[in-house]
C-alpha cells in the first residue's frame, strides 16, 4: 500500500467494509502499522441532493488538484444502499476521467448496513488513503437523513452544493445542514442558469447573517460555480487553499482534528461495548423484547435492566 499499490489499498478498503472479526482484526493491526494519521492531508466533504452534481464536482475538481500536483482519493457513501442499491449516488459516480487517472483513487462505497458501520469503514478508509499517499481526500455523501452529520465529522472542510432558483425546501436541505457547513456552493452556474444561481446566491449570503459563527470563527461563504464550464473553480480552490492556511495558522485546523479524533473513539468503544455485550446476552436482550411487546416493561427500563445484568456479569468475570 506504501509502494501505491492501488489493488493493495483497494482490498484493505473491502476488509474496512467487511463485518467479519477476522478482518476487523487485520484492519485494527493494519491501522496500528499505520500509526498517527499525518496532519498535512487535506479532507474535504461535499454534500447536497442527488443531481446537485456532487460526481461531476468532484471529477473536475480531482482532475484539477492532480495537476496541481495532488494525489486525490474519493470515497462517496450512499446511506441508501441497501434499499435502493446505490441509486442516490448516480452513475457518475464512477467519475470516469479521475478513475483512470494514475493519481487517484475512486472508490464508490455501496457498504451495506447500519449508518455507524458505514461512517466507521469511511473513517477508517480516509486512514488508509492516506497512509497509502492520498494527501487530498474528498468524501461525497448525500445530502439526505444523517449522513452528513457523520461525514462532518470526518473531514477538515465541508462543502453544500445547491441548485440556483430551487428554494431550500425543494432541495431537502435542512437548516442544520447549512449549519455545518464551510461553502455554500450554488452548482450548475453556467447558461441560463446563471440568473437563477445568482438570486439562490443573494438569498443565502442574506440569510447567513442570522446563522451563529461556527465554531471554526469563519462563517459560511457563498459561491457560484459550473463543473461543465469550470466557472468558478479556480476561485473554490483558491477559496479553500485560504481556509486551509488560516485555520492552520488559528490552530483551528488541529483543534478540529483533535475533536474529530475523540468523537469517533466515543463512537466506537460505544459500538464495540454494544456488540461485545450482545454477543454474549444475546438472549437476555430477546428476553426484553418480548416482555417490551407484552408491554410489561419500557424500552428505558429494559435498556437499563439489560446492561446493569451484563455489568454485573462483567464484575463476577472480573472477581
Ligand atoms: N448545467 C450543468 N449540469 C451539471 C453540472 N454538474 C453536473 N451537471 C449535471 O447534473 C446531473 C447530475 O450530476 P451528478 O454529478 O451525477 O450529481 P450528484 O447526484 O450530485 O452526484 C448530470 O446530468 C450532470 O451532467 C454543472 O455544473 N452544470
Ligand atoms: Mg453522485
Redesign the pocket.
Known amino acids: 500500500m506504501r509502494e501505491g499499490h492501488r489493488e493493495a489499498l483497494a482490498q484493505a478498503i473491502t476488509w474496512v467494509e467487511s463485518t467479519l472479526p477476522e478482518h476487523q482484526e487485520r484492519i485494527a493491526q493494519l491501522l496500528e502499522e499505520v500509526g498517527t494519521p499525518a496532519l498535512r492531508s487535506k479532507r474535504l466533504g461535499i454534500t447536497?441532493?442527488?443531481?446537485?452534481?456532487?460526481?461531476?464536482?468532484i471529477e473536475r475538481f480531482g482532475m484539477e488538484a492532480v495537476q496541481r500536483g495532488h494525489k486525490v482519493a474519493v470515497l462517496a457513501i450512499d446511506p441508501s444502499s441497501t434499499r435502493t442499491k446505490g441509486a442516490?449516488?448516480?452513475?457518475?459516480?464512477r467519475m470516469h476521467d479521475l478513475s483512470m487517472e494514475p493519481h487517484a483513487f475512486v472508490r464508490p462505497t455501496s457498504a451495506s448496513g447500519t449508518l455507524g458501520g458505514v461512517a466507521r469503514a469511511t473513517a477508517e478508509a480516509i486512514l488508509l488513503c492516506e497512509a497509502a499517499g492520498f494527501d487530498m481526500v474528498l468524501v461525497?455523501t448525500?445530502g439526505v437523513g444523517q449522513s452528513e452529520v457523520a461525514v462532518r465529522e470526518m473531514v477538515d472542510i465541508f462543502v453544500l452544493?445547491l441548485i440556483g432558483g430551487a428554494g431550500d425546501d425543494v432541495q431537502g436541505i435542512k437548516r442544520g445542514v447549512v449549519e455545518m457547513c464551510d461553502v455554500l456552493l450554488i452548482?450548475?452556474?453556467?447558461?441560463e442558469?446563471i440568473p437563477s444561481c445568482q438570486k439562490t446566491a443573494a438569498a443565502y449570503r442574506q440569510a447567513l447573517h442570522l446563522f451563529p459563527l461556527p465554531p471554526s470563527g469563519t462563517a459560511a461563504e457563498v459561491m457560484l460555480?459550473?463543473?461543465?464550464?469550470g466557472e468558478g473553480h479556480d476561485k473554490l480552490w483558491s477559496h479553500l487553499m485560504d481556509l486551509e492556511t488560516a485555520w492552520r495558522a488559528s490552530g483551528w485546523w488541529e483543534v478540529q482534528r483533535k475533536t474529530q479524533a475523540a468523537q469517533a473513539m466515543h463512537r466506537h468503544a460505544k459500538q464495540l461495548l454494544v456488540d461485545h455485550h450482545m454477543h454474549h446476552r444475546q438472549a437476555q436482550w430477546e428476553a426484553l423484547e418480548q416482555q417490551l411487546a407484552q408491554r410489561n416493561t419500557g424500552a428505558f427500563a429494559a435498556a437499563r435492566a439489560w446492561v446493569n445484568e451484563a455489568l454485573k456479569a462483567n464484575e463476577g468475570n472480573q472477581s
Do not use: W
Open positions: 447536497g441532493i442527488p443531481g446537485a452534481g456532487k460526481s461531476t464536482l442516490l449516488l448516480g452513475d457518475k459516480t461525497e448525500v452544493t452548482h450548475k452556474a453556467d447558461g442558469h460555480a459550473s463543473s461543465l464550464t
